[in-house]
Each structure stands twice: as structure tokens, then as C-alpha cells.
DNA sequence: ACAGCCATGTAACTCGTTACATGATTAC
DNA sequence: GTAATCATGTAACGAGTTACATGGCTGT
């Protein structure tokens, strides 16, 4: 039962419970944008196409090729991996690959301009995706209600938008720690 | 100037701009997952030695093959990459793979017990690895004064404690509120 | 009709991993 | 002296990327 796939596999089949329950790869990868760039990576657009087909030829969704684009909606066995997948597997810890921070750790070989600029950047950036998550946050009120589908992405999204939320604070007061020194 | 490496291989060298300058791939490895890994992934061992050599390769670090282990030292080629990757490259936004996160995401093909266990482990995973940066960060005093290279890493191992706690506060209180639905 | 974008794929390639092979050092 | 661990690599593989090729759709 346990068929060990690649983490996005199973990120795509969980995309695949949401919402219109036929999609095509293109459709998909709009959602991951949407949501799942917050808290994992957004797959490019061809592994959308190569995961799908991957998925397909498993039997854990079933592709229709009606139009000129093939449209993917989760098999039951697909559900039933995504569940086992959730109870059995090993959750791990995050993983995150933060180009501010590895910089900034070898401040020294720079100056202190170049890294304050560096941290307003990031400062910048963090309020944009903010607010890209808010707006998708926004969406989905009314469709969030306790035992709903979407309430747990609900969730996760008030989780992000906290994390922001921190990630801006920190980065503030480095700055400030920055300034101080270098006066 | 600016050849384009992937960016372990400038974390590598990065790691070499501290402490004993002459170092085993062995113990590049022990700087990686003693600091790297908290704000980036911590390459593999066998990443690193086939990194260390085609920074040799580049000239960007020297290569001394005295004892059993090949030694390696940052090259002045090696620091000027360096420095012109923090001040000329992209610096980008940082990425997280949040296994927890993205299983919760998909909640509504779960249970609730499942997913409040998963978040109490995640604490505990937390409060260790927080308690593993807490020890990095204490053995920095003393060497992490205000102009001392060590200075950046404290500060980053600061940024670091501080989202760990702020994730920790963001669980809890998504504990709460998932208990709060299921009663 | 044609310029530009939307959409669907395929191919080549790289980063980074796990698995494997092997030699040195230490502990008992 | 032998088991266990530390250390140094190599090889095979896989996930995920960028680059490429192509077809349909839309506005003017």
C-alpha cells in the first residue's frame, strides 16, 4: 500500500480533493500556486505533467482525454494512498532554504550596507507574499466552516500569515541591531 | 566573474571563512550541520566532497593532500566569488518544505486525533532542535563580539531561536483551536 | 492574417540523495 | 585481534529544473 512517492505525488493528490474534482495538469498547477507555494515548493509546470502521468499509469487518478488537454481526477486507490500516506508515513521535520539568513551568516566578507539593503529587500518581499496569502486566505471565508473541506486550509493559511507575521518582526529588529552596531 | 555554482557551494565556502582555514571535507561536513542546517539544508557528505572538489577544480579553494584526507583552504579567488555572489546575485525568497503543514492542508481525509498528534510531536521536534541552536549559539560567546566575522552567525542564530519560538506559538495555538472544533 | 499569449507537452541536464566499497582508528 | 566506529571516497539514481518545440486561442 505504502508506494513510496516522491512528496509532490502525494501534494497533487491532496490538490485533487479540493474543489472541481476534474482538472487538467495546467488547472493543477494554478491550485499549487495558489496554496501549496506557502508551505512546500511549487512544482514547475512539467512536473505537473510528468507526476500526473506518473499518477496515472498507477491507477491512483484516472485521466479522460476528452478535449485536447487530458483531465486528471483522484481514483480511490488515490485516496486511500493519500490517507496512508497521512497515518503511516514519517512526518519529518521543515526544511528551509533561506537565502537571507545564508548571507547574512557570512556578513562578514561584506559590508553593512550591502546586508541592510539586503534585509529591507526581504522586508519588501515578506509583505508582498503576505499579502498574496491573505488574498487567498480572503477567498476562502464562507467556505471554511468547522467540517468543511477547506477548513483546514483555512488554517494553515491563518499559520502562514502568523509566520509572516514573525518573519517581519524578526527582520525588523535584526535591522535595527544592525544599526546600532554600525554607528 | 560571476560563475554560476549552485549555492551549497557557496555555503562551503562560506564555512570556510571561520575558524581553522585548514579543513577535511569530514569537518566541513560537522561546520554544515552545525550551523548550516538550521537556515539551509546540510548537503550530504558525499555532496560535500565532490563540491570541495570542483571548488579545487575552479581554483576557488586550494587543495593540500598531506595526510590520508585531502585539506582545503579558501582560495583569494574563492573569496572574491564569494563576495561578489552576496552583493551581485538575486537573493531571492526563502523556500520551506513544511511536511506538517502540508499534511494538515489536507486534513478533511484524515482524522482529528491523527492531526493533533502530529502537531504535539511537532512540538516536541521543535523544543529539541530549538535546544540543539540554543547549544550552537551559546559556545558563540565570547567570540561573537561586535566586529568579530562570529558576530553575523550569532546574530543569525538569534533570528533562528526566535522562529523557533514563534513557531512553536503558532502550533500551540493551532492546538487550541483544533480542540475547540472537535468538542 | 498575424502578433502575442495561453496551454501541452518532451528532452536534456543538474543538484543532491542513498547505497556501496574500502581503509584507518579506537575500545575492549 | 576483532568489533565498532570514524573517515574517505565512488557510483547509481531520482527529483525537479530550464530549455525547447509546438499547437491553439484571442484581439486587432
Redesign the pocket.
Known sequence: MSQD?????YALLGLLTFGDPEV????LKQRADSTLRFYW???????V???T?RLADLGLVTASGEG???RYRIADAGRDALRSWIEETQVGFPVWKHPVALRLIIGHVSDPARLRSMLVDYLADLEETRRDLQEVRDRLVGADAVGEPLRYPSLVADWGLAHFDSERDITRDLLVRLDEETT
Not at 5 to 9: G, I, N, S, V, Y
Not at 41 to 47: C, I, L, N, R
Request: aromatic residues 8%.
Open positions: 512517492l516522491p512528496m509532490t505525488a487538467t495538469a495546467y488547472e515548493t511549487s512544482p514547475a509546470m512539467s512536473q505533467y510528468s507526476e502521468q485536447r488537454a487530458t
